[in-house]
């Protein structure tokens, strides 16, 4: 995105080339998959056109049914506008201006007086306000840090369009200054009168426009990439949270605020308005979820409220406003904050620029500094409830080798009544090893990780503001809320059906953390050769059998997370054969902690004498021959191996049990592990066991690891 010396920063652009050719000279014909070679779709500027339609389909309803809340207005207001004394006497100095404000009607002069407003502009008398009372609060006192600018562009964008991301809001805060803006976007305007006079042509043939072209959706994206605060503007009066028309026009602000976290990539949190006629509707968005205020704000009765708000929003410093003051643009000179941008030059870097994938941020993690040098993942990085995760392929500036960044933002899980603790990915990864092991378990390997300070959602950027779930639509107050917590899961994860905001689940709190991995690989679909496939998948099974017997259910395999790793990046004689499969992304990996426990190497069992146990483990071995291998051609052949009934006693045994409860329990459970096998599966597990010495059924037969 931005000029950079290309030799600062190595490149790892062979391998990647090498998994885009067909010809592998080094393999032998019979290994050659060249139909499963898969293109790079990283690679050059393919990401330019794909659909950016999500935002205002699927994917916002999801993120609303799940995550809109509601809070008192002055406490909305309290936390996130401060008061200050000067908004009465600016109150005082528009209520003077009669361009500004009419006395006799006691409104803002050159608003719609009825709801609906007709032909009435509506937009353009907004924009000069917000502007206006920007001015009186900075009184002449503006600064580069706080150069911004409210734009109508309601009267200005075209009446329909084919790609999400020309729906621009009606009245956006941009960075910078009028007259920039203004030339550029006049620009876009030019471009999109003359693509709808050729939609009005191809219409009368019934053709389809075509695709925006890449130098179009670059000038969109400097668009999103400046914009601060979007405004939708609803000429009708406010009903209820519960209309469904009300719903709508929330949506359409939430497009826009998962617009700016899709192209801003160091924002933590955006503010939105509605105005609903002559009432303002507050809204906040975070990675916990969209948050409003119960009680609108009459602009007029309001005034007060309503310059504070406004004044706010236009000064308030960069970090106020949710950009992230722990990542930089990458310059080699001087690393730079996004927002810092110069103006002048602001249009040419980031029309310039190959788009997101390509942006160089520098991070620092526990004291070691990253540049990043692609991204690997920006696909969740619009998502206004949830991790938002973004992973890039990065090199220390220090060492100079090469690391995967991910930034996500993790979930809070709450033990007991009050006590919450953060579920880091990368906490999860430290359960897989312990001091002094130096062996490869094919599971990712974290080199740095690092909980960003300051970064709670809920405490730090919310302040522990209360809110309360959005009403549901007169739609949806009729139907039936969704019986069981597994299947409400299931209905957030697969589909949204009937009304966007009905059932919200129950707030999560999140936290920004990053962790640096020392492994940069391929997903198992750009594998070269057969052979390839095979030892990543090997070593991938390896890896998951390593985490069972550590207690850790991975709980999200998919071919993406099975990774081709290189052993050596930087070869320039890279042989595709030479690398090791690894097992990532521990996302919603689970630890059950009570299965971790070792039972069949401990000689004691819960309340139990030697005595008992001595009969138990007798009765246990009948119960085996007599009712599991009875007339079978393995009766009275093999046995069960002391340590396995150790395992399965110690696993039925429930305390108050005496041994005949405790044998039938044992039994039962027993029974319960083999009929889960085929009987050819059973039968083959009998048949290694008979030809040891002695001939016993052995733990790892059952898989019962650890």
């Known amino acids: 995105m931005l000029p950079y010396n290309n030799s600062s920063l190595p490149s790892y652009s062979a391998s990647d080339q090498q998994r885009s050719a067909i010809s592998l000279p080094n393999e032998p014909a019979e290994l050659r998959r060249t139909d499963t070679l898969i293109k790079d779709a990283m690679q050059g500027d393919g990401t330019l056109v794909r659909e950016l339609t999500q935002h205002v389909t699927q994917a916002v309803q999801n993120d609303l049914r799940w995550s809109t809340r509601l809070a008192e207005r002055d406490e909305f207001i309290n936390t996130f506008f401060p008061d200050d004394p000067k908004f009465v006497g600016i109150l005082k100095s528009l209520k003077s201006n009669s361009e500004v404000y009419d006395s006799k009607t006691k409104q803002w002069a050159h608003f719609p007086s009825v709801a609906g407003g007709g032909e009435t502009p509506y937009y353009q008398p907004l924009q000069n306000l917000c502007n206006t009372i920007q001015g009186h609060y900075l009184d002449g006192q503006e600064s580069p840090a706080t150069k911004r600018v409210w734009l109508d562009r309601h009267s200005k964008k075209p009446t329909s369009f084919t790609n999400a991301?020309?729906?621009?809001?009606?009245?956006v805060q941009l960075l910078g200054v009028k007259e920039v803006w203004e030339k550029h976007l006049e620009s876009l305007n030019d471009k999109h009168e003359t693509r709808m006079t050729r939609k009005k042509a191809l219409e009368a043939q019934h053709q389809k426009l075509p695709e925006l072209s890449k130098e179009e959706l670059k000038d969109f994206l400097v668009y999103w990439c400046r914009s601060d605060t979007p405004i939708e503007v609803q000429p009708k009066k406010f009903t209820s949270y519960s209309s469904r028309e009300v719903q709508a026009t929330i949506q359409q602000l939430a497009g826009y605020m998962r617009q700016i976290f899709r192209e801003q990539h160091d924002r933590k949190f955006v503010f939105g308005l509605i105005l609903f006629h002559d009432?303002?509707?507050?809204?906040?968005?975070?990675?916990?979820?969209l948050l409003g205020v119960k009680q609108l704000v009459d602009i007029n009765q309001d005034g007060l409220l309503f310059v504070r708000i406004i004044s706010r929003l236009s000064t308030i410093s960069y970090d106020d406003k949710g950009w992230d003051n722990t990542m930089r643009l990458y310059r080699q000179n001087n690393p730079i904050f996004s927002h810092e941008l110069d103006t002048k030059d602001l249009v040419d870097d980031f029309k310039d620029s190959a788009y997101l994938y390509k942006t160089h941020w520098v991070l620092e993690i526990q004291g070691k500094t990253y540049v990043t040098i692609r991204a690997l993942s920006l696909s969740r990085a619009e998502i206004m409830c949830g991790r938002g995760q973004l992973v890039w392929l990065a090199v220390n500036a220090a060492e100079r080798k090469a690391a995967v960044i991910k930034h996500a933002w993790s979930p809070f899980t709450t033990r007991g009544t009050d006590e919450s603790q953060l579920q880091s990915e990368a906490?999860?990864?430290?359960?897989?090893?312990?001091?002094?092991?130096n062996e490869d378990h094919y599971i990712g390997r974290v080199v740095a990780h690092q909980v960003v300070a300051n970064t709670r959602t809920l405490r730090d950027f919310r302040k522990n503001l209360q809110s309360d779930s959005i009403p549901v639509s007169e739609e949806q107050a009729?139907?039936?809320?969704?019986?069981?917590?597994e299947e409400s899961t299931h209905i957030k994860i697969t589909a949204v059906t009937g009304n966007l905001f009905g059932y919200a689940s129950t707030f999560t709190e999140r936290q920004l953390c990053r962790m640096a991995l020392d492994d940069y690989g391929y997903p198992l679909k750009r594998f070269l050769s057969l052979r390839e496939l095979l030892e990543t998948v090997r070593d991938c099974i390896n890896g998951h059998e390593f985490l069972l017997s550590k207690g850790i259910v991975h709980r999200d395999l998919s071919p993406t997370n099975l990774l081709i790793c290189p052993l050596d990046l930087e070869t320039d004689d890279f042989e595709p054969h030479k690398v090791v499969g690894?097992?990532?992304?521990?996302?919603?990996?689970?630890?059950?902690?009570?299965?971790?426990k070792n039972p069949c190497t401990s000689?004691?069992?819960p309340k139990m004498k030697p005595d008992e146990l001595k009969i138990l483990t007798k009765r246990l071995q009948t119960y085996f021959k007599v009712q599991i291998l009875e007339d079978t051609e393995f009766e009275d052949r093999i046995e069960l191996d002391p340590e396995l009934i150790k395992a399965v006693i110690y696993f039925a045994w429930q305390e108050g049990f005496d041994l005949a409860e405790a044998?039938?329990?044992?039994?039962?459970y027993l029974s319960a592990i083999i009929k889960s096998f085929t009987p050819k599966k059973w039968r083959e597990i009998q048949r290694s066991a008979v030809k040891r010495k002695p001939p016993v059924v052995k733990l790892d037969d059952l898989r019962m690891f650890g």
């Open 663 to 668: 044998r039938t329990a044992a039994g039962d």
């Open 165 to 171: 991301a020309e729906n621009r809001p009606d009245i």
């Open 427 to 437: 906490e999860m990864y430290a359960c897989t090893r312990e001091d002094g092991d």
């Open 582 to 596: 690894r097992l990532i992304d521990l996302d919603h990996a689970k630890i059950d902690e009570e299965y971790c």
């Open 603 to 605: 000689d004691e069992l």
């Open 279 to 289: 009432c303002m509707s507050l809204w906040y968005c975070d990675r916990s979820g």
């Open 478 to 485: 009729t139907s039936s809320p969704p019986g069981t917590q």
